[in-house]
């Protein structure tokens, strides 16, 4: 057939064109296919233990005993569902998590949750703080994801914060003979201009040197706190420009809800998770970094689930007192419960926690949430898979591949937390060989293959 259009007419087009896209794919990448955690624990440096992990755990487990002992109880408390059953398998899987693998990312804070203290004090403490992890990571009992927070990068702080860095990455590889834990990251909070985010990515680029690590060994992760973080002094937005300045080191984006409604002027009073300066900030950090592979973290409840009674030795509480202990811890289990279904319901899969009796609930709200969801998406998958492979076969094209991977990473993320099981993820038809693939798309072709 006759055409005008000749390679040699459209070289120059194409090749603009080729190189546009090429940018594009490395700016928007899409999501990583890695396990994301649904929480991070924040816990000052200096509380710090190698076992720290499983003392919360512990503290989580006679929390839940205490409080629900039962799915009657768990239901009462945050209103779950029991019919079919619903309410049990809440809890049994949370006993289990809590056993089993109570935190699933741990961040040893130099920040907020440490303070500012004296310049001996907090070098020890990073010292010391290096030290327990060296010996969790020999004793196999770190968290899978582990990291600390460090000050912030501003004029004032950022000798503490860069010495402070320098003495726990530096005592941590003597300990550990150039060893780091998996999945190792440092965290830059109240970030406002790209300088610090690339500051603290050089800064890991020469401690890698010095010490013979990989390049890019070590991760960095932002917090939006502040307006700025946003939007530069001109209001464009400049977020992707943040995590574009840590040189391909950025892998998480964490969101500080308080820190950035006080920027705001909203009064401490109505501060909350659910005000809605959070939804826009939540929406705007969304839609900057859509298909940028960065992780996103939505911030934590700060009202912790503490009774108002504490046992003096080994006088027992009365019970009016333990009733009251129990109405103030079931009410702020409602007040996490709701606030981490609103995360998840705007597609943050992830939160912060700051005591041990929150990892209950944190599971449970995300518990819930999957095996609500776990019927319909197991017959959608299903037919997507057939429908796809059928199309395959017969040498059509089939364009939902984004909806069909989309379902996907709705069992992976509920299997690697412990939501579901391997059998209920089998009911959508897939192996687990298939499932591991993480993409929809090798799946469909893998099962096609034959035919042709």
Not at 2 to 30: C, D, I, M, W
Not at 306 to 331: C, F, I, M, S, Y
Not at 353 to 358: I, V
């Amino acid at each position: 057939m006759k055409t005008t259009l000749t390679p040699e007419r459209s070289a120059a087009s194409r090749e603009a064109l080729r190189r546009a896209n090429a940018a594009f794919a490395r700016v928007y990448p899409g999501e990583s296919a890695s396990r994301q955690p649904v929480h991070t624990v924040y816990g000052g440096a200096h509380l710090f233990r190698a076992t720290t992990a499983r003392k919360m755990g512990d503290l989580a487990l006679a929390a839940l005993r205490e409080y629900a002992p039962d799915s009657t109880a768990l239901a009462h408390g945050l209103g779950l569902p029991q019919r079919g059953g619903f309410a049990q398998r809440v809890h049994s899987r949370v006993v289990d998590k809590l056993e089993r693998e109570p935190v699933e990312d741990f961040r040893i804070d130099f920040e907020d949750g440490y303070g500012h203290r004296p310049d001996a004090e907090e070098d020890a403490h990073a010292v010391s703080a290096a030290a327990e992890v060296a010996r969790g990571l020999e004793q196999g009992a770190l968290p899978p994801f582990i990291g600390i927070r460090v000050k912030s990068f501003t004029e004032e702080l950022y000798g503490r914060a860069s010495r402070t860095l320098d003495l726990f990455v530096t005592s941590l590889l003597e300990h550990t003979g150039g060893r780091l834990p998996p999945s190792f990251v440092v965290t830059l909070p109240k970030v406002t201009v790209p300088e610090q985010v690339t500051a603290l990515a050089h800064l890991l680029s020469e401690l890698e040197s010095a010490h013979g690590l990989k390049s890019g060994a070590l991760t960095l992760e932002l917090m939006v706190e502040t307006p700025q973080a946003l939007f530069d002094a001109r209001g464009r937005p400049h977020l992707l420009s943040l995590v574009e300045a840590g040189e391909g080191r950025c892998s998480h984006v964490h969101l500080g809800v308080y820190d950035y409604t006080a920027a705001l002027n909203v009064s401490a009073h109505v501060q909350s998770m659910l005000h809605p300066a959070c939804d826009h900030l939540r929406d705007t950090v969304q839609v900057l970094l859509a298909g940028t592979g960065v992780r996103l973290s939505d911030g934590a409840t700060n009202v912790m689930p503490v009774g108002p009674h504490r046992k003096q030795g080994d006088t027992p509480l009365l019970p009016t007192q333990q009733r009251e202990n129990t109405d103030a811890v079931h009410r702020a289990w409602q007040m996490a419960y709701r606030h981490t279904r609103h995360s998840l319901e705007r597609a943050y899969y992830q939160g912060w926690d700051l005591h041990p009796a929150q990892l209950p609930v944190r599971y449970a709200a995300v518990y819930a949430f999957f095996l609500e969801g776990l019927e319909p998406a197991s017959q959608r998958l299903k037919a997507f898979v057939d429908k796809a492979a059928q199309a395959t076969m017969l040498g059509n094209v089939f364009d939902d591949a984004a909806t069909g991977q989309g379902l996907l990473n709705f069992f992976l993320r509920g299997l690697a937390c412990g939501a579901l099981t391997e059998e209920e993820v089998r009911a959508t038809g897939l192996t687990l060989e298939e499932l591991r693939s993480r993409s929809f798309r090798a799946i469909v072709e893998a099962r096609a293959a034959p035919s042709r």
